[in-house]
């Protein structure tokens, strides 16, 4: 095994790439992927996709798009791990490993699933209505792509976060339950990159109907640009770049020295045209002969599909073995394989739990700590007036596991490693 760090990534294959997606995560994924220091995994998330939409071709023609995209965008399929998650048939296999040990509560807590019930409350319908079990464990479904290649940094938005977290609790149950089995990821949200404002001035996004495609002819790049909001000032008037999206999406693809000029030229009173017209030249100057690679692949899909095809085998040469250690773990194995004396020693049963006391000082103050099943202390809280409050924390705790800690940062201190923390955690969950 390497001892180079793993990144992973994954892109759902629901739509067409546009600019948001390129200067969020395509050029910063790729130009990360140049690095000589890692080991990049990317893939086609077309088993998510299915959560969003029941649409055949839209699935096929988004991977044939995304997959071109970041091939004319600079990957380099030879010198990264590049495959489409469904030719991987150990992720929905791991997928279940994991759902066996995530807690339910767990999964109740994640943003995707409780916005979808709580805009059905809200409608007042029923709590669940339209929502499919696939929404309901798709972040299952994530931390099997994550785990399944022992990633350490997965390079996400800021939504996605949570799924992170999550991933990071599962692989805290299992290892607990079965042993050290997985590396626990970590999240990298880059924070200088820009969200790009869409046609409208909101954020870019295909939910909002604003998006400008990545690789639209020309012709209708242009137009899209010229149709872009701006305020209402004439030539010759200052113009604020603050808010403003021609501002903002030229500065994403300029230089410092082009942007700083540009911020002149609006003190200075340029009309909104030019602008437009400098926008354009920006943008085309650097999807031009990205565009002309697209262009060329989109007509050779049996060319894509061999190369998704060589990436799936270099995937599998890690998923096979990895996924055979992992049955073993668990108890599915060969009964002729009596190497059972290996794990049974270690004598860590869903019996043996940590404890959660609470109690009061002299100090008239509530207090709560938690103790390993073996009486090591894990952490403690500092007093609250009120009992009911420290309850709460512990139930959050219980419920929540690790991600709930960040929000009490304050009013509880590890006493030990924080992976110890978070497995202790992690047990309350896979109990519920
Ligand atoms: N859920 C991610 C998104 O919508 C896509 C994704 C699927 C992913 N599996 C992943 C991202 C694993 C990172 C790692 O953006």
Redesign the pocket.
């Known amino acids: 095994m390497t001892t180079k760090k793993r990144v992973?990534?994954?892109?759902?294959t629901s739509g067409t790439p546009h600019l948001g997606n390129y200067v969020g995560a395509v050029r910063p994924t790729v130009r990360a992927s140049k690095l000589a220091d890692v080991d990049s995994y990317y893939?086609l998330?077309d088993y998510?996709a299915l959560i969003k939409t029941g649409d055949p071709l839209r699935v096929q023609r988004s991977t044939q798009e995304i997959a071109a995209t970041w091939i004319a965008c600079g990957l380099d399929p030879e010198q990264v791990t590049f495959y489409r998650?469904s030719d991987i048939p150990e992720i929905p296999e791991l997928t279940w490993f994991l759902t066996c040990i995530t807690g339910k509560g767990l999964l109740n807590r994640a943003h995707a699933y409780k916005a979808a019930v709580d805009k059905n409350t809200a409608a007042g319908e029923d709590t669940d209505t339209g929502v499919t079990a696939g929404l309901f464990m798709?972040p299952v479904?994530?931390a099997a792509?994550?785990l399944m290649f022992n990633a350490h940094e997965?390079p996400?938005?800021r939504?996605?976060i949570q799924?992170i977290e999550m991933a990071r609790d599962m692989a805290s149950s299992f290892n607990h339950l079965y042993g050290e089995h997985f590396t626990l990821p970590e999240a990298l949200v880059e924070e200088h990159v820009a969200t790009l404002p869409g046609l409208d001035g909101r954020k870019m996004s295909k939910s909002y109907d604003n998006t400008i495609p990545l690789f639209v002819p020309e012709s209708q790049l242009r137009k899209l640009i010229m149709g872009i909001v701006t305020d209402s000032r004439a030539p010759g008037e200052t113009k604020d770049t603050e808010g403003s999206a021609l501002f903002q999406l030229y500065q994403a693809f300029a230089s410092a020295e082009e942007t700083a000029a540009l911020a002149q030229a609006y003190a200075e009173g340029i009309g909104w045209g030019e602008v437009k017209d400098k926008l354009f030249a920006r943008l085309n100057q650097e999807i031009a002969p990205m565009r002309e690679r697209y262009d060329e692949l989109m007509k050779r899909p049996a060319d894509i599909e061999d190369i998704l095809l060589a990436g799936a085998r270099k995937a599998r040469a890690i998923s096979g073995p990895f996924t055979q250690r992992v049955r073993h773990a668990v108890g599915i194995r060969a009964l002729s394989d009596l190497s059972v004396g290996q794990d049974s020693d270690k004598k860590k049963t869903r019996s043996a739990m940590p404890t959660f006391k609470q109690y009061r000082e002299k100090d008239g103050l509530f207090y709560f700590k938690l103790t390993t099943a073996s009486g090591d202390l894990v952490l403690h809280s500092t007093g609250f007036s009120d009992p009911k409050e420290a309850a709460g924390h512990i139930r959050d705790l219980k419920t929540l596991g690790s991600t709930a800690l960040a929000a009490m940062s304050e009013k509880v201190t590890l006493d030990t490693s924080e992976e110890n923390v978070s497995a202790t955690l992690a047990i309350f969950s896979e109990e519920e």
């Open positions: 992973l990534t994954g892109i759902t893939f998330a998510h998650q798709y479904l994530m792509d994550i997965v996400v938005g939504d996605q799924h």
